[in-house]
């Protein structure tokens, strides 16, 4: 037997501080993106007093009543709900997701004037989305919805909720860039979105196990998620609004609805109430946002929906707010945006972005149009917002952030025929660093972030997982990399792999996403559009995405689906280990979407030795347990048994001689060693 003394303190501390020195280097990398799912726990917070505007509401409810055709079903299962919600303060705030009326019907005047607002659900309901497989159908059931109650007199809708977002995977990539961020052709436009649902788990440290669990031990929302299906239409542990494309607010709903809860233990079941019980009071705890799907079907009965509001009352008085999605809108733009809106009178980019500017775990707010350029930073503890300056318009400027230093605060480069600059937030404020330009030239020709109106690919990106983003350049012409070193980017012997680029000839969405597939804790190349498809592995900072995995013409057998097609969002996004579609050509698959498992992508790929922190990443467990590592190589070599000892050593049984022995002619050499804290 032997002994080896092992500085466990050391050892953790070491791992622990490497970790939180390096960060998340592409903590910002969303930015660029449009994914409806990129949340999760640990994503810094928009908490209720950065926008509620009330002093002592510590969490907002939205009562949202889909799929109403007829005002009367509608009034008559609403009124008993709205007598109890003007007990609280006189109004009547619930928010009806509507599928076609007439807009002059007399109740919705008398409704609007109660406090509730009209929102949008699609015309004809299609389930899924793209039913039919006709792109243009699917967006003239929006529009036209959207069209409609704009016009009901008084009515400003502003917020949308996808048929059966609760049961099947109709959200998609696809809708939101390509159909929501866009405007009717009357100009009509909607700002929030409230589809994708938030699945609160025992995985959260911050939360009482009571709420999370249920006496039988199992998640107390997870039990919700139909097992007849495939259903990835989640987050979790992320109760608050967030950004989706720049332009679309979205308010995820919280598990279960009342059709997923009928789905699991039939309808008007009082369980169902208790558990959203339950779920208020973590979204209390986390002071988030509650937003409730449900229907006047016979699935949840309206005296329950009258006890929920009886609980939140009496227990929370004053904490919880009940609000329209409208009164949400007009509260965000008013409290957090300072005035400002997401989306301009013409629907388009405002300029407004929300990012950890300070990385303190709290999102603050930036904005820059052509009226107001300003940074809104947040004080968790003085719970106020303070007011500083903002250097440029980011409205078709082409302007990138990330992480450079290693402090893990925002930086921040624009270069364009108009406008070139750096600049990083420091101490509360933007500092200008001209130097952060400096080398940025492919074949002598300035690196610009946009010309000519168009998308030039360059992004930051974390790479070597060292919490400093690399700069990349993409399009059509241009193919580099570089990495700030000593107060110049200097460029590195490799490129995005050959054929693949981030944007096209007219700077749209080429089709390429950066993707962990094989969990190394490195970003793969995953590259799809209508002519060509590839994954590419990374290997190092010397090599780049070195090991091509697959690569093919449209057409050819084992083909990916196109991840942009003609520069268009097609619909995809990663969630659970799997690559997923949804788009017009998915609606008669299983589930209704296409997929993709990492483990079928690397079928062919002969597992490599991962490091100990890749190691760790990579293992999944069930919600509410944590893996650490607490030994590695060299300290323990094929280890095959271990536990703890009651005098607190580590004991280990090493057989390193299997099976041939240490000289491969039968020398043994298999060992019980123990290690300890020093």
């Given at each position: 037997?032997?002994?080896h003394?092992?500085?466990?303190?050391?050892?953790?501390?070491?791992?622990?501080?490497?970790?939180?020195?390096?960060?998340?280097g592409?903590?910002?990398?969303y930015?660029?993106?449009?994914?409806?799912?990129?949340?999760?726990?640990?994503?810094?917070?928009?908490?209720?007093?950065?926008?509620?505007?009330?002093?002592?509401?510590e969490?907002?409810?939205?009562?949202?009543?889909d799929?109403?055709?007829d005002?009367?079903?509608?009034?008559k299962?609403?009124?008993p709900?709205?007598q109890?919600?003007?007990r609280?303060?006189?109004?009547?705030?619930?928010?009806?997701?509507t599928?076609?009326?007439d807009?002059?019907?007399?109740?919705?005047?008398t409704?609007?004037?109660?406090?509730?607002?009209?929102?949008?659900?699609?015309i004809?309901?299609?389930?899924?989305?793209?039913?039919?497989?006709?792109?243009?159908?699917?967006?003239s059931?929006?529009?036209?919805?959207?069209?409609?109650?704009?016009?009901?007199p008084?009515?400003?809708?502003?917020?949308?909720?996808?048929?059966?977002?609760d049961?099947?995977?109709?959200?998609?990539?696809?809708?939101?860039a390509?159909?929501?961020?866009?405007?009717?052709?009357?100009?009509?436009?909607?700002?929030?979105?409230?589809?994708?649902?938030?699945?609160?788990?025992?995985?959260?440290?911050?939360?009482?196990?009571?709420?999370v669990?249920?006496?039988?031990?199992?998640?107390r929302?997870?039990?919700?998620?139909?097992?007849?299906?495939?259903?990835?239409?989640?987050?979790?542990?992320?109760?608050?609004p967030?950004v989706?494309?720049?332009?679309?607010?979205?308010?995820?709903?919280?598990?279960?609805?009342?059709w997923?809860?009928?789905?699991?233990?039939?309808?008007n079941?009082?369980?169902t109430?208790?558990?959203?019980?339950a779920?208020?009071?973590?979204t209390?705890?986390?002071?988030?946002?509650?937003?409730l799907?449900f229907?006047?079907?016979?699935?949840?009965?309206?005296?329950?929906?009258?006890?929920?509001?009886?609980?939140?009352?009496?227990?929370y008085?004053?904490?919880?707010?009940?609000?329209?999605?409208?009164?949400?809108q007009?509260?965000l733009?008013?409290?957090l945006?300072?005035?400002?809106?997401?989306r301009?009178?013409?629907?388009?980019?405002?300029?407004?972005?929300?990012?950890?500017?300070?990385?303190?775990?709290?999102?603050?707010?930036?904005?820059?149009?052509?009226?107001v350029?300003?940074t809104?930073?947040?004080?968790?503890?003085?719970?106020?917002?303070?007011?500083g300056?903002?250097p440029?318009?980011?409205?078709?400027?082409?302007?990138?952030?990330?992480?450079?230093?290693?402090?893990?605060?925002?930086?921040?480069?624009?270069?364009?025929?108009?406008?070139?600059?750096?600049?990083?937030?420091?101490?509360?404020?933007?500092?200008?660093?001209k130097a952060?330009?400096?080398?940025?030239?492919?074949?002598?020709?300035k690196?610009?972030?946009?010309?000519?109106g168009?998308?030039?690919?360059?992004?930051?990106?974390?790479?070597?997982?060292?919490?400093?983003?690399?700069?990349?350049?993409?399009?059509d012409?241009?193919?580099?990399i570089?990495?700030?070193?000593?107060?110049?980017?200097?460029k590195?012997?490799?490129?995005l792999?050959?054929?693949?680029?981030?944007?096209?000839?007219?700077?749209?969405?080429n089709?390429?996403?950066?993707?962990?597939?094989?969990?190394?804790g490195?970003?793969?190349?995953?590259?799809?559009?209508?002519d060509?498809?590839?994954?590419?592995?990374?290997?190092?900072?010397?090599?780049?995405?070195?090991?091509?995995?697959?690569?093919?013409?449209?057409?050819?057998?084992?083909?990916?689906p196109?991840?942009?097609?003609?520069?268009?969002?097609?619909?995809?996004?990663?969630?659970?280990?799997?690559?997923?579609?949804?788009?017009?050509?998915?609606?008669?698959?299983?589930?209704?979407v296409?997929?993709?498992?990492?483990?079928?992508?690397l079928a062919n790929?002969?597992?490599?030795?991962?490091?100990?922190?890749?190691?760790?990443?990579?293992?999944?467990?069930r919600?509410?347990?944590?893996?650490?590592?607490?030994?590695s190589?060299?300290?323990?070599?094929?280890?095959?048994?271990?536990?703890?000892?009651?005098?607190?050593?580590?004991?280990?049984v090493?057989?390193?001689?299997?099976?041939?022995?240490?000289?491969?002619k039968?020398?043994?050499?298999?060992?019980?060693?123990?290690?300890?804290d020093?």
């Amino acid at each position: 037997m032997s002994t080896h003394r092992w500085a466990t303190g050391l050892v953790l501390a070491f791992l622990a501080s490497s970790t939180a020195g390096a960060g998340d280097g592409n903590r910002l990398a969303y930015l660029d993106e449009s994914d409806p799912y990129y949340v999760s726990r640990t994503f810094p917070r928009l908490i209720t007093p950065q926008w509620v505007g009330d002093d002592g509401v510590e969490a907002v409810v939205v009562l949202a009543i889909d799929d109403m055709r007829d005002p009367e079903k509608y009034e008559k299962f609403l009124r008993p709900v709205l007598q109890r919600l003007k007990r609280i303060d006189g109004r009547a705030p619930v928010s009806i997701m509507t599928n076609q009326v007439d807009p002059h019907h007399p109740r919705l005047q008398t409704w609007l004037k109660e406090g509730l607002s009209l929102e949008t659900h699609t015309i004809d309901h299609p389930c899924p989305f793209f039913k039919g497989g006709d792109f243009a159908k699917a967006r003239s059931t929006y529009e036209r919805c959207v069209d409609l109650m704009c016009e009901v007199p008084n009515g400003r809708p502003v917020a949308f909720r996808m048929p059966c977002c609760d049961s099947l995977n109709t959200p998609s990539p696809r809708f939101y860039a390509e159909i929501f961020n866009r405007t009717t052709a009357k100009g009509n436009f909607l700002t929030i979105d409230s589809s994708v649902f938030n699945v609160l788990t025992s995985d959260d440290p911050e939360l009482p196990r009571e709420l999370v669990m249920d006496q039988d031990g199992q998640d107390r929302f997870r039990k919700y998620l139909p097992r007849d299906r495939t259903f990835v239409n989640t987050i979790e542990n992320y109760p608050y609004p967030y950004v989706l494309g720049r332009l679309c607010w979205e308010f995820p709903c919280v598990m279960p609805s009342d059709w997923v809860a009928q789905h699991r233990h039939q309808p008007n079941n009082p369980i169902t109430v208790r558990d959203w019980k339950a779920a208020l009071d973590i979204t209390v705890l986390k002071r988030g946002v509650f937003c409730l799907v449900f229907h006047p079907h016979g699935w949840i009965g309206k005296e329950q929906i009258v006890d929920f509001i009886d609980y939140a009352d009496t227990k929370y008085g004053k904490k919880v707010k009940f609000l329209t999605f409208r009164e949400a809108q007009d509260r965000l733009d008013k409290y957090l945006l300072g005035g400002q809106t997401l989306r301009a009178a013409d629907g388009g980019d405002n300029g407004v972005r929300l990012l950890d500017l300070d990385n303190d775990g709290y999102l603050d707010v930036v904005i820059g149009n052509e009226k107001v350029k300003q940074t809104r930073r947040w004080s968790p503890k003085s719970r106020t917002w303070t007011i500083g300056d903002f250097p440029l318009s980011l409205v078709n400027s082409g302007a990138r952030f990330g992480v450079i230093r290693a402090d893990g605060s925002a930086s921040l480069l624009v270069q364009n025929e108009s406008v070139a600059g750096a600049w990083h937030f420091t101490e509360g404020k933007w500092v200008e660093d001209k130097a952060l330009l400096a080398g940025l030239e492919v074949e002598g020709r300035k690196i610009f972030t946009r010309e000519k109106g168009q998308d030039r690919g360059v992004r930051l990106r974390d790479l070597e997982g060292d919490g400093c983003c690399e700069l990349i350049v993409s399009n059509d012409r241009e193919q580099a990399i570089f990495r700030w070193e000593k107060n110049i980017w200097k460029k590195l012997p490799f490129t995005l792999p050959e054929g693949t680029a981030l944007v096209n000839a007219a700077g749209q969405d080429n089709g390429l996403r950066f993707v962990d597939i094989d969990e190394d804790g490195h970003d793969d190349v995953l590259f799809s559009n209508e002519d060509r498809f590839s994954l590419h592995l990374f290997s190092s900072m010397q090599a780049g995405w070195s090991h091509r995995v697959l690569s093919g013409k449209r057409g050819d057998p084992g083909e990916l689906p196109p991840l942009a097609l003609r520069g268009t969002n097609n619909g995809a996004w990663s969630h659970s280990r799997h690559i997923w579609w949804s788009n017009e050509r998915t609606p008669l698959l299983p589930d209704h979407v296409e997929r993709r498992s990492f483990n079928a992508l690397l079928a062919n790929v002969t597992p490599q030795a991962k490091s100990p922190q890749a190691s760790l990443r990579s293992i999944r467990t069930r919600p509410g347990f944590q893996v650490e590592l607490m030994a590695s190589e060299p300290l323990v070599q094929s280890p095959i048994a271990f536990a703890w000892g009651p005098d607190g050593k580590f004991w280990v049984v090493e057989m390193g001689d299997y099976p041939l022995g240490l000289d491969n002619k039968g020398k043994p050499g298999g060992r019980i060693k123990y290690l300890e804290d020093t």
